[in-house]
């Protein structure tokens, strides 16, 4: 069924809805839109770090520090957050069969607090590194840029727990009656997941911002060495958020992929029982394991083996979606199409990556790759290579359902090919640069230390392959939607098959979209 398309609704009356998919686009393009602008500071990081000792781009450490915090706080909480709370909103309500969110008020200002705590920090853009570690965030960290960062990121946490009771209350007071919660789909289930974790994870981090910002007025000294505070118990607390967020990130990419690889695979999914413990085990174990951030803070022997026993219990959890990929697809007849590649890409490396964790967990390896590009590396093939990766694959599933428009198959395997390529030629060669000794979060590194030099410029040529591959994506986005042929709403890439088709649900607004 080709839907005849029909004139776009104005922006202003989208801006304004409290409908769950006008909310879903207003996220997505508010994400998409961060991400181009967290990726031009990553393109000037790694294009500074070309050759050593020099300042083209960047001038000083205190600029570089500046762009490297905002780089950060941009690709965590303006662009992954967004994107998966944007395509949750347009799915989780049509997957559970109800009208809409649960709160939809609740749901518009919720995101309309996103552009609130992204003008903060980008206006702030302090140095404080995204981490923001006491004593320096406290004590030597310029304002008001640090007061910014903290104010911008409490609304920015307050959004995602207004957001998380949503998706909460809509999966389990709204589902219909008929549904049985163990038939919900498993992207469904990875943003329940991911909204507990956040509605108890969220609070610390927010309690350790109003206790920094405290100390920095000097009306207390939780964090301040000087005023008889402890930094460690910043640690303790930052670690307590973020290592859960880490999964908060990924599991929504993950569940991504569940709605595209059985679908291209032309297969039902091998175990819908499995990918749902998998998915609640990942959320307990996230919050056993924020220590091990913390093995070279001096915690004794004992309490180090527990958090790399609680790490280690993620690696069961995690085999079992990459099991249950791989059982899908074993059999079947696969479409390759821009999706599915990206889908495949992300299981690949984010197999690579969780072996990378194995060895990070391990305290031996630890304390040589602490601190270290290693880590940069490993992050990143969890930031780039499956969440990445998950989003742009689902962000081409819906296009055809968000615009009414076939994307072009050729664009879309160009950019694959030089995503994937600059992904693990940068990434990789990040790991052996840790491995190398070369330090994280540095402004510059001595030039008679030639295999760095040459370790870097690797690096960087990755980093612009994957620069242009998103140079692509954003030409398709914007020409296909306007200019591609229209779509066949029953089966866009001609897959056939009885098996996962997707949930036609027209938007009340008019107008073909609605997934």
Same mark, same amino acid.
């Given at each position: 069924?080709?839907?005849?398309?029909?004139?776009?609704?104005?922006?202003?009356?989208?801006?304004?809805?409290?409908?769950?998919?006008?909310?879903?686009?207003?996220?997505?393009?508010?994400?998409?839109?961060?991400?181009?602008?967290?990726?031009?500071?990553?393109?000037?990081?790694?294009?500074?770090?070309?050759?050593?000792?020099?300042?083209?781009?960047?001038?000083?450490?205190?600029?570089?520090?500046?762009?490297?915090?905002?780089?950060?706080?941009?690709?965590?909480?303006?662009?992954?957050?967004?994107?998966?709370?944007?395509?949750?909103? $347009?799915?989780?309500?049509?997957?559970?069969?109800?009208?809409?969110?649960?709160?939809?008020?609740?749901? +518009?200002?919720?995101?309309?607090?996103?552009?609130?705590?992204?003008?903060?920090?980008?206006?702030?853009?302090?140095?404080?590194?995204?981490?923001?570690?006491?004593?320096?965030?406290?004590?030597?960290?310029?304002?008001?840029?640090?007061?910014?960062?903290?104010?911008?990121?409490?609304?920015?946490?307050?959004?995602?727990?207004?957001?998380? $009771?949503?998706?909460?209350?809509?999966?389990?007071?709204?589902?219909?009656?008929?549904?049985?919660?163990?038939?919900?789909?498993?992207?469904?289930?990875?943003?329940?997941?991911?909204?507990?974790?956040?509605?108890?994870?969220?609070?610390?981090?927010?309690?350790?911002?109003?206790?920094?910002?405290?100390?920095?007025?000097?009306?207390?000294?939780?964090?301040?060495?000087?005023?008889?505070?402890?930094?460690? +118990?910043?640690?303790?607390?930052?670690?307590?958020?973020?290592?859960?967020?880490?999964?908060?990130?990924?599991?929504?990419?993950?569940?991504?992929?569940?709605?595209?690889?059985?679908?291209?695979?032309?297969?039902?999914?091998?175990?819908?029982?499995?990918?749902?413990? +998998?998915?609640?085990?990942?959320?307990?174990?996230?919050?056993?394991?924020?220590?091990?951030?913390?093995?070279?803070?001096?915690?004794?022997?004992?309490?180090?083996?527990?958090?790399?026993?609680?790490?280690?219990?993620?690696?069961? +959890?995690?085999?079992?979606?990459?099991?249950?990929?791989?059982? %899908?697809?074993?059999?079947?007849?696969?479409?390759?199409?821009?999706?599915?590649?990206?889908?495949?890409?992300?299981?690949?490396?984010?197999?690579?990556?969780?072996?990378?964790?194995?060895?990070?967990?391990?305290?031996?390896?630890?304390?040589?790759?602490?601190? %270290?590009?290693?880590?940069?590396?490993?992050?990143?093939?969890?930031?780039?290579?499956?969440?990445?990766?998950?989003?742009?694959?689902?962000?081409?599933?819906?296009?055809?359902? $968000?615009?009414?428009?076939?994307?072009?198959?050729?664009?879309?395997?160009?950019?694959?090919?030089?995503?994937?390529?600059?992904?693990?030629?940068?990434?990789?060669?990040?790991?052996?640069?840790?491995?190398?000794?070369?330090?994280?979060?540095?402004?510059?590194?001595?030039?008679?230390?030639?295999?760095?030099?040459?370790?870097?410029?690797?690096?960087?040529?990755?980093?612009?392959?994957?620069?242009?591959?998103?140079?692509?994506?954003?030409?398709?986005?914007?020409?296909?939607?306007?200019?591609?042929?229209?779509?066949?709403?029953?089966?866009?890439?001609?897959?056939?098959?009885?098996?996962?088709?997707?949930?036609?649900?027209?938007?009340?607004?008019?107008?073909?979209?609605?997934?």
């Amino acid at each position: 069924m080709v839907l005849e398309l029909q004139k776009p609704r104005p922006v202003w009356q989208i801006m304004f809805s409290t409908h769950h998919t006008d909310v879903g686009y207003l996220y997505l393009v508010f994400g998409i839109t961060f991400l181009f602008m967290g990726g031009v500071l990553a393109m000037i990081i790694r294009t500074h770090l070309f050759f050593p000792g020099q300042g083209v781009l960047v001038s000083d450490s205190a600029t570089y520090n500046r762009i490297f915090t905002v780089h950060g706080l941009t690709m965590l909480f303006l662009f992954a957050l967004p994107v998966a709370n944007g395509i949750g909103n $347009i799915l989780v309500p049509i997957m559970v069969r109800y009208k809409d969110m649960a709160y939809p008020k609740l749901n +518009a200002i919720a995101f309309w607090m996103n552009p609130v705590g992204a003008a903060l920090l980008w206006l702030g853009f302090a140095d404080t590194t995204w981490v923001s570690y006491a004593p320096y965030s406290i004590i030597r960290a310029p304002g008001p840029a640090a007061d910014m960062f903290i104010f911008g990121m409490k609304i920015l946490g307050i959004s995602s727990i207004l957001s998380s $009771i949503n998706f909460v209350v809509t999966i389990l007071k709204c589902k219909h009656p008929d549904l049985p919660l163990r038939r919900v789909p498993l992207f469904a289930w990875s943003m329940l997941t991911v909204s507990l974790m956040t509605i108890v994870a969220m609070p610390t981090y927010a309690a350790a911002l109003i206790m920094m910002l405290t100390d920095r007025l000097g009306l207390s000294g939780f964090f301040n060495p000087f005023a008889g505070g402890d930094p460690i +118990a910043y640690l303790h607390l930052f670690w307590f958020t973020f290592h859960p967020e880490v999964y908060i990130f990924l599991l929504p990419a993950i569940g991504m992929m569940y709605e595209i690889i059985p679908r291209f695979s032309r297969k039902p999914l091998y175990s819908q029982a499995s990918g749902v413990f +998998a998915f609640v085990m990942l959320g307990i174990i996230g919050f056993a394991s924020w220590g091990h951030h913390m093995y070279s803070t001096g915690m004794d022997f004992t309490t180090k083996v527990v958090f790399m026993i609680g790490t280690l219990a993620a690696v069961p +959890a995690s085999g079992m979606h990459v099991f249950n990929f791989l059982a %899908t697809m074993w059999g079947g007849r696969i479409r390759f199409s821009a999706p599915m590649k990206f889908a495949i890409g992300g299981i690949a490396l984010f197999f690579s990556a969780g072996a990378g964790g194995v060895l990070n967990s391990a305290m031996p390896l630890d304390f040589i790759t602490h601190g %270290t590009y290693w880590v940069v590396g490993h992050m990143h093939l969890f930031l780039i290579g499956t969440i990445g990766f998950g989003f742009v694959g689902m962000i081409y599933y819906m296009f055809p359902y $968000i615009t009414g428009r076939m994307y072009s198959e050729k664009w879309a395997s160009a950019h694959f090919v030089l995503m994937f390529w600059g992904s693990v030629q940068m990434l990789y060669t990040q790991h052996l640069l840790g491995l190398e000794g070369m330090p994280r979060r540095v402004y510059d590194y001595p030039v008679e230390f030639t295999s760095w030099t040459q370790l870097n410029q690797i690096a960087t040529v990755g980093g612009w392959l994957l620069g242009a591959s998103f140079a692509i994506f954003l030409a398709v986005l914007i020409y296909y939607s306007a200019k591609g042929k229209p779509a066949n709403m029953d089966d866009p890439w001609g897959i056939g098959g009885k098996y996962y088709y997707p949930v036609a649900a027209k938007n009340p607004h008019g107008g073909h979209s609605g997934y």
